[in-house]
């Protein structure tokens, strides 16, 4: 399974940004999907998670801010990032993990600044 990250960028706090993540390969039907991010200097952390049954959980500092969701026709998660602050900067990763394996996307940055 290959994973590709999209849509990071720069934004003002208080902006959104919709981040996606396209598996490719071998998709099976029963999966995790997962977005970590990785601030400078910091311990890489758990944002938020969706089940192919479509369950979700948010670490708290995003909850209602951020809303992961899966759209199975085009294998694709996607991360919407509202009310960004300058504390969301960072490089946000998405991780996909079924019976075949985990497997990790490449990161795409986040910066929240004015």
Do not use: H
């Not at 990250?5 to 940004?17: D, E, F, K, R, T």
């Amino acid at each position: 399974v290959q994973l590709q990250a999209s849509g990071g960028g720069l934004v003002q706090p208080g902006g959104s940004l919709r981040l996606a993540c396209a598996a490719s390969g071998s998709i099976v039907s029963i999966f995790a999907m997962r977005w970590y991010r990785q601030a400078p200097g910091k311990q890489r952390e758990l944002v938020a998670a969706i089940s192919s049954g479509g369950i979700t959980d948010y670490a708290d500092s995003v909850k209602g801010r951020f809303t992961i969701s899966n759209d199975n026709a085009k294998n694709t998660v996607y991360l919407q990032m509202n009310s960004l602050k300058p504390e969301d900067t960072a490089d946000y990763y998405c991780n996909r993990q079924d019976v075949l394996g985990s497997y990790w996307g490449q990161g795409t940055q986040v910066t929240v600044s004015s």
